[in-house]
């Protein structure tokens, strides 16, 4: 009515309006307060009254007040018509004629078009706001805001208030890209204002279904996105920030593609560096061959796959027999970790046990690791080792600590945590008493007399230790032979990039990449030939053959291991007589096997019944340090030069030496 009356009178006002309301033409009708319409028979007199120069204005009129309610829009006037309605659903008589862009934004459909098709959305949704002015003032400063840096026109969104937040709709068809980038990049900023702000979800959303509930974070914002949006921004620069979306899945069911992908922003309370401590990502990369090939026995790689099962990274055939395309992926922690505690468990009586407890683990399986998503790897562990330690000691009573520590040592076996490979040690003994201080980390240099006086079982890697068998020029002319092997047996689509081949230093790294290959078994009889042929120019390790003598003469068990063809070893050993070697372990036909896998290793201790407790290995590369570490076994590093033995200390290894020298010496001193 209002509009009307400014359309019809220069000086509209309020008494004007009453004096109609009162006039007795009107009568109120159901709906909102304020609505009116007029007694019978009056609308039919009031037109036969006018003049007929007044009839032949009316798509006029019906502009000019369309004109005010575009106006109030923020809008140009357009052409639809604004209609009174009945309340149930049925038009009235056309009052004005509005824009398309007013009926979309006031929540209309165009009668052209018979349907009112729904954009995509953008929920800002927090706890209840009532009573909190300041965070709703500053909550709705930062939706304008992450709208205007996202350079969506004032036009094409609709934000409608609600008692948990915000709700903005825009048009079928409105980019949202950069309105994401804009809350990820600045959304944090803008709320920082606010004292001890409530939790915020952001979820931009375009799909008839609701968006998943994420899992809780230790964040003040979250963010959470519709599969095809996730795509958008992976495909964008953007993707190469520091913000990771992380997938949600229907039900926990990994195995089938991600509902939804959501990213934690701001966290409350910083994460402690332990937090997920043995993954890194999810990441994100077009081609997973331009991730090279991981360090074996330091990382492995897990990525996701088109029909949406995690696995793991074949160097061999990354994308399968597929084209590359954008992957999330992760970077899996490989490396042994330990942990020390001291507790106290029951037993039978009132008195307690003093505990104390060694825990080792590594990832085994590093798909299962990735789909559990545990984090603090060390709390669940040390958890469930108090859980069933305590269910063992409560049977046994305080003098008979011994029994109890036997049984409890026993009856560790299955952990908590799938994909990890866990070692459990516990001392017991009466409260109070002085238990054994936890093997800290050792010396940087410990001395090599104390190492071998404690080795029963001395394992030699062949390749360094014993011999060079290949230079850095013969190791790259065995990674061409290889390769062109490949070649050869491979289609030209599925060809290794360049990238991907620069990454092989030893022809070794060409058998990891592919030995879940079909490729893998020519591959290793192919190597197997240019060892043997190599044999015979490799040169001596100084001190290698005098380092066995003496090693065996002060009653030490000396066994050489290699992930080199089983033949090469004896034939390169034979001009040096009879060594005293309990054993040579070579590679075997499962080239899954090969270091950083501890098998040859294990191989070698069982065959002269050694013991991992007792056991050292002399080894000069990171693959034999991570097998070591696996098994248990002691380690010294031959680094020739500060390159090898930066790498080897930065893979955990705590003794090194530049020659044999120093080994030597010890082992005659024993």
Known sequence: MRLVQRTLDRDPRPQHLAEVILSGMLTATPGPPGSYTFRPGVRELLLRSLPRTARGRTREF????????????????????AETGDGQGAAGPAFA???????????????????????????????????????????????????????????????????????????????????????LRGLPEVLTGVVDPPPLTVTFWDRPVPPPEPPPAPADIQVIVSPDLYEQFAASSAAQGPRRFQPLFQDGATDTPPVAWYCPLSPATPPEPEARDLVRGPFITRDLRRLGIPPPGRTAVVHTRPDGPLTLLDPARPHGDGKPRL???????????????????????????????ELSW???????????????????????????????????????????????????????????????????????????????????????????????????????????????????EAVLGLLALVDEHRDARHALPDAVRETFTHPL????????????????????????????HAPATHNSAPLVRALHASGRRVCVITDVCAQAVPRYLRPYGALPLAGVHGRTEDLALLTPHPDCMLRALDACDGETA?????????????????????????ARNTTTDRQLREAGCETTVTSLAPLLEAAHSL
């Open 614 to 638: 007792t056991g050292l290995v002399i080894g000069s590369t990171i693959a034999e340090l991570a097998a070591a570490q696996r098994a248990g076994l002691r380690f010294v590093g031959l």
């Open 97 to 183: 004629t509005v824009s398309e862009e007013t009926v979309r934004r006031l929540g209309g459909a165009d009668p052209r078009s018979g349907t009112g098709a729904a954009g995509p959305t953008i929920l800002f949704e927090s706890d209840d706001l009532t009573g909190h002015p300041e965070a709703r003032i500053t909550l709705e400063y930062a939706v304008h805001e992450m709208l205007a840096r996202g350079a969506i026109a004032p036009h094409r969104f609709d934000v409608r208030v609600r008692g948990s937040g915000y709700d903005v709709h825009t048009e079928p068809g409105t980019y949202l890209l950069p309105v994401l980038v804009a809350v």
């Open 362 to 476: 590594h990832v085994e399986d590093p798909v299962a690791f990735v789909r559990a998503e545990v984090g603090r790897v060390s709390e669940p562990l040390l958890d469930h080792l108090l859980e069933e330690a305590a269910r063992i000691t409560r049977r046994h009573p305080l003098r008979r600590a011994g029994a109890a520590q036997r049984a409890v040592n026993a009856g560790l076996r299955r952990w908590p945590v799938p994909g990890l490979s866990v070692t459990a040690s516990v001392r017991l003994d009466r409260e109070g008493a002085a238990l054994p201080e936890p093997q800290r980390a050792a010396p940087a240099q410990p001395p090599l007399p104390r190492l071998l006086a404690e080795s029963e079982t001395v394992l030699i890697g062949f390749d360094g230790p014993m011999a060079r068998l290949f230079s850095a020029g013969t190791a790259r």
């Open 327 to 357: 992957v999330t992926y992760y970077e899996v922690d490989l490396t042994t970790h330990q942990a020390h505690h001291r507790i106290s468990l029951p037993s039978s009586g009132k008195a307690v046990f003093a505990a104390s407890v």
């Open 509 to 536: 790294d060409v058998l990891r990449a592919f030995a879940r290959d079909p490729l893998g078994p020519l591959l290793r009889e192919r190597l197997d030939e240019i060892e043997l042929r190599a044999v015979p």
């Open 62 to 81: 019906l502009a000019r007040v369309g004109g005010l309610i575009d106006e109030r829009a923020g809008l140009t006037a357009g052409q639809f018509r």
